[in-house]
């Protein structure tokens, strides 16, 4: 045999070993099955009898007008004259409708929906809810006051959509808070908008000694300067 006719059977021989490496690893990986968004059956659903994210115990609506969302009366002990039976207990009106809540407003409450605000909404509304958070403070567009006269008589079912769905710059807390301390924070957000606008004359009298006794520690401090200052936060601030 030849040389040329040698190179060529050995050229041969080479490129076909060539040819069957190729094939060996390609497999056809670029032809798998696949979906490619926004085709048929590109956008999954989900399964069915898929169960919401969290309790649905802790979902509750927001309430409807005219429907009570808590016992439409409270009973408060028996009273009875002297010399008389007992008589039938007195009652006390709680919220309904629209500006009413899923649940009696307690301390326990207030203390939870405080600690949610104060993680999810006082960067932006501030600590007394006026607007003036620290994101404000750094250039971001300031939120309205809680103590607008607009917000104060809006219905508690307002603040509910509005951290549900969000409202102008402010997106959905939806995934912050669940439904439960959504109502948690809004009524520590009525707490604020009554400490705002307390009268000291309405205080109890063990509160108006401490009143009492934090401006006169304040005054001690300044040396006898701050008795208008000391009032400020009793009349205007809010408890912690």
């Given at each position: 045999m030849s040389n040329n006719s040698m190179r060529?059977?050995?050229?041969?021989?080479?490129?076909?070993?060539?040819?069957?490496?190729?094939?060996?690893?390609r497999q056809d990986m670029h032809d798998n099955p696949?979906?490619?968004?926004?085709?048929?059956?590109?956008?999954?659903?989900?399964?069915?009898?898929?169960?919401?994210?969290?309790?649905?115990?802790?979902?509750?609506?927001?309430?409807?007008?005219?429907?009570a969302t808590t016992p439409a009366t409270q009973a408060a002990p028996a009273v009875a004259a002297p010399?008389?039976?007992?008589?039938?207990?007195?009652?006390?009106?709680?919220?309904?409708?629209?500006?009413?809540?899923p649940f009696k407003i307690s301390e326990?409450?207030?203390?939870?929906?405080?600690?949610r605000y104060n993680i999810s909404c006082l960067p932006c509304h501030g600590k007394l809810g006026d607007g003036t958070g620290m994101i404000v403070l750094r250039g971001f567009r300031k939120p309205p006051s809680y103590?607008?006269?607009?917000?104060?008589?809006a219905p508690s079912s307002y603040f509910y959509?509005?951290?549900?769905?969000?409202?102008?710059?402010?997106?959905?807390?939806?995934?912050?808070?669940?439904?439960?301390?959504?109502?948690?924070?809004?009524?520590?957000?009525?707490?604020?908008?009554?400490?705002?606008?307390?009268n000291v004359a309405d205080l109890a009298d063990n509160d108006k000694k401490e009143l009492d006794?934090?401006?006169?520690?304040?005054?001690?401090?300044t040396g006898g300067h701050s008795a208008a200052p000391a009032a400020a936060p009793a009349a205007g601030g809010h408890s912690n």
């Open positions: 060529q059977t050995g050229l041969i021989a080479c490129l076909l070993l060539a040819g069957l490496g190729v094939s060996a690893c696949k979906y490619k968004p926004y085709r048929d059956g590109g956008m999954r659903q989900l399964p069915e009898g898929t169960v919401a994210r969290g309790s649905l115990d802790l979902n509750p609506a927001a309430p409807k007008a005219g429907t010399g008389q039976a007992t008589t039938t207990p007195a009652s006390a009106p709680v919220p309904t409708g629209v500006d009413g809540f326990e409450i207030l203390k939870r929906g405080e600690s103590h607008e006269e607009r917000l104060r008589k959509d509005v951290i549900s769905n969000g409202f102008g710059a402010m997106s959905s807390y939806s995934d912050q808070l669940t439904p439960e301390d959504r109502w948690k924070v809004i009524a520590y957000i009525r707490a604020l908008q009554l400490s705002q606008r307390a006794n934090a401006e006169r520690k304040a005054q001690e401090k």
